[in-house]
């Protein structure tokens, strides 16, 4: 039963006034309990363990209320079946007797801002041979900073010992002074930045990741595991050669295990081989090692780890769904070579382009600069992840012998199609900044329209801390863009944007357009409509949080209050990729189409997925 509640002297609940004195917020919860009842005056209510244990979402509300505030808690109240007694109330906070402030301590919900799209990891290995490491990777990161802003680190091998530094944070602050740096010596070397995930945003979380035992391994990743439960279990079970034991919840730590182990077994197989060769090469045997690693882990993989003894080791899965790009330059030593996650990164650093690693292939740069391939997984055509050239890539990189930058005008050409053959009346062009750019300047250029910069971006504005109520959430929205009378006064808009995904920003921003004067504001999205997450790497909002999920295009144009609004066909954006790469005929699309190249995602995986993402 909930019911209103008077605190007394027997009992351990706050007081009446403690109670309105607490600030009422609408956390991230909120959001799945509209308000639909009469609300009476704010008071306290008093929730028994036994019933906040059986409903989930009442369990959400105790364990978070001053998170989700009485919104939440009074839809929650109003929906479930183990609650009666008169209509709910409105609180502000949730009295609590002890048994459940001890369930709230025990399951405090993660705190995580509403989110649209997250963007993927960053990561980078350089190995040189005439001067330390550390300043080339530090630069090959801030290149490759768009890719994450949570968290950076480094790690340095002089040949006789590692050097690591990493910290939360953009990579200019964890790297702070020279100093920092100065420790980090050697020839070789990796780093990684990494974008914020649910409950992962303790320095502990921060890449790269290692083990002692065999050799000593650092490892860094880009992507996700999809089978990462199942590898826990095996890699504490009797069927590994060690019951690891690991620090943190990331998927990146356990593929590192995973390739520790498949070390050892090698290993030990050569130790058991009546002919095996006591000067076998260590090559030989991480080759075979990541051979057995591709066979086990399921997902989207593109790593680079730093071997004591052996060198550098970079591979990419069989799919190819995360890029990977080996770059080579010439020192008077001999070659030198670089491995990172776009080839943007090169040029600040001296190094040019060669090609990108294979899907399925190991390379491993030994301490001498001696390269060697090997393909691990059967060569197959990559499928990768179409959302790098929408969204996650820099424009100034080729990533599976495409052209970011060409790929984004393709998109505006295409898009330009559509728009002609809806007939509407625009006078202006204008891109929501930054990514649409290149999409919205080849629109314009094909329906002979002026392009227009209407939308100022406040690049000071920092990290956007969760925003516990929708006010200040719309707040954040205008504090990060705003718009100019001059370009829209009494205008017919075009808005272009990479995407649209939650919608809730695209809402305000046409707003703020018509705010500004605008006479009418259509939309065009140089992306199809985002529909199911990503899980190969991503960070996206859960399936219920997509804005067009179970909407038609044209319910879409009514809750974003716009004018008009296409978006881009599928067909016509993988049309592009093979367009500019014959050679690749399909890529990972899932994230509009639901279709999930490595075939191992299905409904109890995605509701284990989104469950996670909640906190619960």
């Not at 906040?52 to 808690?73: I, P, Y």
């Not at 914020?196 to 921060?206: D, F, L, R």
């Not at 799919?319 to 020192?331: D, E, Q, S, T, Y």
């Not at 990189?397 to 050409?413: D, E, H, K, R």
Request: aromatic share 6%.
């Amino acid at each position: 039963r909930i019911q209103p509640h008077e605190a007394t002297a027997s009992t351990p609940s706050q007081s009446f006034k403690d109670c309105q004195d607490q600030p009422r917020l609408d956390g991230p919860s909120s959001q799945h309990y509209p308000p639909t009842l009469p609300i009476p005056m704010t008071t306290c209510m008093h929730v028994p363990f036994s019933t906040a244990s059986s409903h989930r979402g009442l369990s959400a509300a105790v364990r978070g209320c001053s998170h989700v505030g009485g919104k939440a808690v009074r839809q929650v109240a109003a929906r479930s079946p183990f609650l009666q007694g008169p209509s709910p109330v409105r609180g502000s906070c949730l009295t609590l007797s002890p048994p459940v402030r001890q369930f709230q301590s025990a399951h405090r919900p993660r705190t995580r801002a509403p989110r649209d799209v997250t963007r993927a990891c960053g990561i980078i290995g350089v190995s040189t041979q005439e001067s330390d490491a550390n300043l080339e990777i530090y630069e090959g990161l801030l290149m490759l900073q768009h890719r994450g802003q949570d968290s950076a680190g480094i790690v340095t091998t002089d040949r006789t010992r590692f050097h690591e530094h990493k910290g939360n944070g953009l990579v200019k602050d964890v790297f702070d002074s020279q100093d920092v740096l100065g420790k980090l010596t050697g020839s070789t070397g990796l780093g990684h930045v990494r974008y914020p995930t649910a409950g992962s945003s303790s320095v502990q979380e921060a890449q790269p990741f290692f083990v002692n035992s065999p050799l000593g391994i650092y490892l860094i990743h880009n992507g996700n595991l999809t089978n990462t439960d199942a590898l826990r279990t095996l890699l504490n079970s009797s069927t590994s050669f060690f019951n690891r034991c690991m620090r943190t919840s990331s998927d990146s730590e356990v593929l590192l295990n995973v390739l520790a182990d498949e070390i050892h077994r090698a290993h030990q197989r050569c130790l058991l081989e009546d002919a095996c060769d006591p000067n076998r090469k260590k090559l030989d045997l991480v080759a075979e090692a990541v051979a057995a690693t591709m066979k086990l882990i399921q997902g989207a993989y593109s790593c680079i780890a730093l071997i004591n003894g052996v060198g550098l080791l970079a591979f990419r899965d069989p799919h190819g769904i995360r890029p990977l790009v080996l770059g080579r330059r010439v020192g008077r030593r001999g070659e030198e070579w670089c491995v990172a996650s776009e080839d943007c990164a090169f040029g600040p650093i001296g190094y040019e382009r060669v090609r990108d690693v294979a899907p399925g292939e190991m390379i491993l740069i030994d301490d001498g600069g001696n390269l060697v391939s090997r393909q691990c997984t059967p060569l197959v055509p990559a499928t990768p992840c179409i959302f790098e050239y929408i969204y996650l890539a820099r424009p100034d990189s080729v990533l599976n012998g495409i052209s970011v930058y060409n790929f984004q005008l393709g998109l505006g050409t295409r898009l330009a199609a559509s728009i002609r053959a809806r007939g509407w009346d625009i006078d202006l062009v204008c891109p929501v900044p930054d990514g649409s750019r290149p999409a919205a300047i080849q629109i314009s250029a094909e329906l002979g329209l002026p392009y227009r910069e209407g939308l100022v971006k406040n690049r000071y504005v920092g990290r956007t801390f969760i925003m516990p109520s929708q006010r200040l959430r719309e707040v954040s929205v205008r504090r990060k863009l705003n718009a100019m009378p001059a370009v829209f006064q009494g205008k017919s808009v075009l808005l272009v944007d990479d995407s649209i995904v939650r919608g809730t920003t695209m809402r305000q921003i046409v707003d703020m357009v018509r705010r500004a004067g605008a006479a009418r504001v259509y939309l065009a999205s140089a992306s199809p409509p985002v529909r199911y997450p990503n899980v190969y790497g991503v960070d996206m909002p859960n399936r219920g949080e997509f804005v067009a999920h179970t909407l038609s295009e044209e319910q879409v144009c009514g809750v974003l209050a716009a004018d008009g609004l296409v978006y881009q066909s599928v067909e016509d954006l993988v049309g592009v990729g093979r367009e500019l790469n014959p050679a690749i005929q399909a890529f990972d699309d899932s994230c509009f189409t639901g279709r999930y190249v490595t075939g191992d995602i299905n409904e109890t995986y995605m509701r284990n997925l989104e469950e996670a993402g909640r906190g619960k």
